[in-house]
């Protein structure tokens, strides 16, 4: 293990206890060439996912007394101890080698680059088609009916094989430098949940580049949770609503 750079990373966690703990395990064992502090955030899960994760010391547990939002509870991460570069980690993601160490020593190559995601892959090893553009009225609402302006949105037509640079950074797992992370405040956490990963990669790109590194693959269970239900559609339109409000006229 290489101690000359710590790492850091954060997961999320609401009544996860089905699936977080696997997500923990995989980031904790896989992890091989540099020290990492992973830290569970959880809010206020019923099911025992923060007990759970606890016992497995594998992780530093945050317990929230209620559930402040995605953003909101990686941002109590910003006064631990945390490494030169930090990851932010879905429940639902699984690694089968030392991507976060790959990940970091790409940065270290690359040092006009600020933030990054991997390329992201359905349990089946098919690639995920997560935004890469920036959230628009047209991509948010339009796409939902029209497969011409998703896959714009996308990227849907496009085979990815080289780092591209991007406008939208998923939240389910992405790395950012921590010096970086801390002076954008972390998440805007007016957002409960939903487009504050967008929020936070365009405030990034104000800093350096922001990246695609198809090299590297993580898996990720995804449920697609506000297509399914009325509760998160809800919230996601209201994410939409103060996503668009607040970028406005900027950086067109």
Not at 75 to 82: A, M, S, T
Request: net charge neutral; with cysteine.
């Amino acid at each position: 293990m290489n101690a000359d750079i710590m790492v850091s990373a954060s997961i999320v966690t609401y009544n996860d206890i089905n699936r977080a703990p696997d997500t923990v395990k995989s980031v904790a064992e896989n992890t091989k060439k540099y020290p990492l502090n992973l830290y569970v955030i959880d809010n206020a899960s019923t099911d025992g996912t923060a007990e759970l994760i606890e016992e497995s010391g594998q992780a530093v547990v945050i317990k929230n007394a209620k559930n402040i939002g995605f953003g909101a509870a990686h941002n109590r991460v910003l006064d631990q101890e945390l490494g030169k570069y930090h990851f932010v980690i879905n429940p639902d993601i699984t690694i089968n080698s030392d991507v976060i160490s790959d990940m970091v020593d790409y940065f270290e190559s690359n040092p006009d680059v600020v933030m990054a995601m991997p390329k992201i892959l359905n349990q089946d090893g098919s690639e995920q088609k997560l935004p890469k553009e920036r959230p628009s009225f047209k991509r948010l609402f339009l796409g939902r009916l029209s497969d011409k302006i998703r896959s714009e949105y996308v990227w849907a037509d496009r085979e990815i094989n080289e780092p591209i640079e991007i406008n939208f950074c998923t939240g389910c797992f992405f790395c950012i430098r921590t010096d970086i992370f801390k002076k954008l405040l972390g998440f805007d956490d007016r957002y409960f949940m939903y487009l504050e990963d967008a929020d936070l990669a365009l405030k990034a790109k104000s800093k350096g580049k922001v990246m695609m590194l198809p090299q590297f693959a993580v898996t990720h269970a995804w449920e697609r949770e506000s297509s399914k239900s009325l509760k998160y559609l809800i919230i996601h339109i209201i994410s939409c609503f103060k996503f668009l409000f607040k970028w406005r006229g900027k950086h067109k």
